[in-house]
């Protein structure tokens, strides 16, 4: 079975990819289309109508299954926030070096480091309408930043189930344990399923 994977972040392609590895799906980019798609405006109010925007345009260009992922970041002290801006807060800033200092002071002035990331992925061109899988990873943001592996905010979250931020373990475990990996977890078993 061969899937698009509506997204042009090259790490969630990665992951994404590594996760799928084991199973006989084959992954394909957006570039692996060879069709010019113009860059996607993500102006809805939840993961869920982001993540369809991705997949639905997409699909305009492929009768292949599409999925695509979208995920952001919440911390408490921060109201909830960046969440669906998790990208662009960071882009505002000039990196997430910056967002990640400015996360941290407010996390300290609250003395409150509660925080999650959240995944959506949505399939598209499956069945006759879109199917929706979640992941959630609850955890603790650390005042300091552990640069490492994987991406975006990795450096100072600790997930509940583990000990160190998903940067210093090696890809194998964040792609167990993550948001991502917790939403194919359960696309894979619906495939599974309803390829029986
Ligand atoms: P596409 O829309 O093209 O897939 P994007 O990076 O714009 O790429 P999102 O709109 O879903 O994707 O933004 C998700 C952001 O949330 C991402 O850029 C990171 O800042 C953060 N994020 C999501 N998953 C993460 C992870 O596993 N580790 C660290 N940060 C993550």
Redesign the pocket.
Known sequence: MQIVL????QN?VR?IKEIFAPYNIQILGITDLDVDIPE?E?NGNTYFE?ALI?ANEVAKYTSLPVI??????EVEAFDNGPG?Y??RY?SNLGG?IPAMKEIIKTCNDKNNYRAR?I?CIVLVNYLDKPLRFDGLVSGRIIPEIKVGN?????PF?ISDELEKT?AEYDPEI?NKY???AKALEKLLAYLKESNQ
């Not at 695509?68 to 970041?73: E, K, N, T, V, Y």
């Not at 994987?150 to 990795?154: A, I, K, M, W």
């Open positions: 509506a997204s042009s972040n969630k992951e996607i993500e982001n991705k695509s992922d979208d995920s952001g970041l669906i998790s990208a960071a997430y990331f995944c994987g991406f975006g905010y990795d979250f998903f964040k993550s948001h991502r």
